[in-house]
């Protein structure tokens, strides 16, 4: 089920993250107190359906209580061409899934995830950027989640 604001997402347990890409899908995933995010190797996209595929056996190894999508919006927060593809993404893993997915806006963790791995050359970069991002998307949903909420 896709939840539309974080009131109903699980406090406490591992939760995994996600930085969806055309070819590559970022992964990082909590610790069950949300104290800590480890990155976890990206997976190489084929096509949807394997991605999917691989994402269920991660939840079956991870054992998260909650998935978090990176969802890139325009900077007016209006959909992107990739927002829609993230969107049909996150529709397909859902079906397969009980488990709450909800989306955070993910607008320049890639120049952050950047940034963070310093002088790296891109070839080195490459095979990690995308859990890196994923790890900054968790960590961003995890400040959302500690936030007190309004009566």
Not at 34 to 48: A, L, M
Request: hydrophobic share 40%; with cysteine; glycine share 6%.
């Amino acid at each position: 089920m896709i939840l539309s604001d974080y009131k109903d997402f699980p406090r406490i347990g591992r939760i995994l993250g996600l930085d969806w890409g055309a070819r590559r899908c970022g992964v990082a995933v909590s610790d069950e107190k949300h104290t800590f995010v480890f990155e976890r190797p990206q997976i190489n996209i084929k096509n949807q359906q394997d991605l999917v595929k691989a994402i269920m056996q991660l939840i079956d190894e991870e054992k998260p209580v909650g998935i978090v999508i990176g969802l890139p919006l325009h900077v007016d927060g209006s959909d992107s061409e990739t927002t829609v593809q993230v969107r049909a993404f996150a529709d397909k893993l859902s079906e397969q899934t009980d488990l709450p997915v909800i989306f955070i806006e993910e607008n320049l963790t890639s120049a952050m995830a950047e940034q963070e791995m310093g002088q790296k050359s891109w070839v080195k970069k490459k095979p990690e950027l995308d859990s890196v991002s994923a790890r900054i998307i968790l960590e961003n949903a995890i400040a959302m989640l500690k936030r007190p909420t309004q009566a």
